[in-house]
């Protein structure tokens, strides 16, 4: 498929870096700016006049004049199969998995159930801006392939896994030590570097996987280098207990993955909430990334990340919706939550650093900022075009508005899909 060079015209807005660490020397802001955008990469950004002077004469002019241009949004960590369990009433972690999770999560045997949801979730992802996420499957290997199938569709960059649980959960969702090895293995080669595609080896947690299976999951992240890992860790006070039990010998919750060599760079542990000092050093040590998932940690009354102690002690952080325990599939609403979260705890988050941690930070934590994250020359044309007067009540409270700075923190706390004009996946807009 030919795809259309594209000019999209807007105030363009990216990062170069953390602003909590380089001030506002970390934005790149072009009030009258364009993206040229080739074969679904980015060819050049600057000036509206000069990208429009550089551009074919048959290129397409998408006018977003007055609305933010940014990077795609990006989700370190989320559920396909969990788009009819999100809002399930009245239950903490251990209970909504048995009640809720575990029952939907069987219906993904049938390979057309998955295809519809994966369908359905990839829209939904894009209606809300996120171009790129960690993305859990279920057990079946028929769920990954067909979200990895509706992914190479559109082009998209994602990264998912087939889940692995060989012990408590429902009969129908097990797998063994050796299936869960075979059939991850096949997926990665099947999938792994296909289109814009990766893999993640996701044994789910500690509760439902034996050593075995741990062990497995280890031998498959030295078999492929570079493959990703995601998995849960520290997120409610039962599953720890749970854990503690389950794995006598292990140090603590975090120490059960260590011995496993299930950390690293490319390890994603969801919630990371309740962590010992060790567990903290071990997630520096190692760079593995902690995935911050605010609407999922109040939704499920799981607790409050403490970002100030993770981020001090050197750990890599990524910011995430974790639908369905999480409550929205919005990566505004959740850096709205995740302000409040922080406010709990006596922390401050300035809009241009949440900003920051959906596009380029959240890059950095999968490790993709050499393709993501920022609107740069030679990088994906993945964009996503905000107006922060998307509702009466947005630009109602615009008309006090004087600053970026504050242009970012009503756009973050009151905006959510509506506010999303469009997105563009390797240059082609999704939003109809
Ligand atoms: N821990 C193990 N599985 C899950 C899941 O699906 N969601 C959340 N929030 N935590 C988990
Ligand atoms: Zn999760």
Known sequence: MSRATRVVRGRVLSFADDPAAA????LRRIDDGAVLVEGGRIAAVGEARAILDLAPADAVVDDHSGALVMPGLIDVHIHYPQTQVIASYGAQLLDWLHNYTFVEEQRFADPDHCARVAEFFLTELFRNGTTTALVYCTVYPQSADAFFAASERADARMIAGKAMLDRNAPKGLLDTVQT????????IGRWRGRGRLDYAVTPRFAVTSSPEQLEAAGALMKEFPGVYMQSHV??????IEFVRQLFPEARDYLDVYARAGLLGPRSVFGHC???TGDEIAAMAGTGSVAAFCPTSNLFLGSGLF?????ARAGVRIGLATDVGGGTSYSMLRTAAEGYKVLQLGGQSWPAAEAFYQMTLGNARALSLDHAIGSI???????LVVLDSHAT??????MERVD??????FVLMTLGDDRAVRQTYVAGEPKKA
């Open 23 to 26: 001030g506002t020397d970390a």
């Open 180 to 187: 869960g090895y075979d059939d991850s293995k096949a997926l």
């Open 234 to 239: 520290d997120e409610n006070t039962d599953e």
């Open 273 to 275: 909430i309740h962590m």
């Open 306 to 310: 403490d970002r100030t102690r993770l």
């Open 376 to 382: 740069e020359p030679g990088k994906d044309a993945d």
């Open 392 to 397: 009466p009540a947005m630009a109602h409270r």
């Open 403 to 408: 600053d970026l700075e504050q242009e970012l």
